[in-house]
């Protein structure tokens, strides 16, 4: 039996090494990145596939399932699920978190994230309003609840659009926002207004990759 636990805490260091390079969700914030009264500010495993690294992932899970009570180990569990891309564990242990702590702004930033990044829009969409409820000027996870409402299997375009502008209002040149923008325009049927914020995304990022995303994006079909 505990050779099995051996090999599943190397299965996952080793995950962690391959997802420093492949997973999406590592452009995403830890719960450890925003360091919060009580929690340690150094969270960060060591070098990934190092025996400290392996030691550090089994104690942190054993550490957050031993003590379900522990808002920290909870949220650090759930980082090192989010950075290898496993978002159910994420989202279990995150949850974990929050079901002591409801109304913390980066808990609820981490798992709104990692409902997003599994398409679980709607949810994703609870959390980042919870966020913006303690902090409204948080303009990228007003960016993220706006395109919730762009990739919700009902969208609502006009709420996105609202959530967009208001972030240009004080970010005119933010990046996201304005390919996000583009994209609801795009969906919604306003062509005119789709290429208008492409060409706001391409005069103020002229270098940025989402500018070819996003002219496949709105090609014709």
Do not use: C, W
């Not at 995403?28 to 340690?40: E, M, S």
């Amino acid at each position: 039996m505990q050779q099995g636990i051996v090999f599943g805490i190397g299965g996952l260091v080793l995950g962690l090494v391959i997802g420093f390079f492949a997973a999406n969700s590592l452009n995403r914030p830890g719960y450890a990145d925003a360091v919060q009264p009580g929690f340690p500010a150094d969270t960060s495993p060591n070098e990934p596939g190092s025996a400290a690294a392996m030691g550090d992932v089994a104690e942190t899970l054993d550490r957050a399932d031993k003590e379900p009570d522990n808002f920290a180990a909870q949220m650090m569990a759930g980082d090192m699920f989010a950075k290898i891309g496993n978002l159910d564990r994420a989202i279990e242990y995150y949850g974990k978190g929050l079901a002591m702590r409801s109304e913390d702004p980066a808990g609820n930033l981490v798992i709104a994230n990692a409902y997003f990044d599994a398409g679980r829009f709607e949810e994703a969409g609870n959390h980042y309003a919870k966020v913006l409820a303690i902090d409204p000027d948080n303009f990228a996870a007003r960016t993220d609840l706006g395109t919730t409402f762009v990739e919700r299997p009902s969208p609502d375009y006009d709420r996105a659009i609202a959530e967009f502008e208001r972030v240009l209002k004080t970010h005119p040149d933010h990046e996201p926002t304005l390919y996000n923008l583009a994209i609801a325009y795009h969906r919604k049927g306003d062509i005119a207004r789709a290429q208008e914020f492409s060409s706001r995304l391409s005069a103020a990022h002229p270098a940025s990759p989402l500018i070819a995303k996003l002219r496949q994006n709105l090609e014709p079909k």
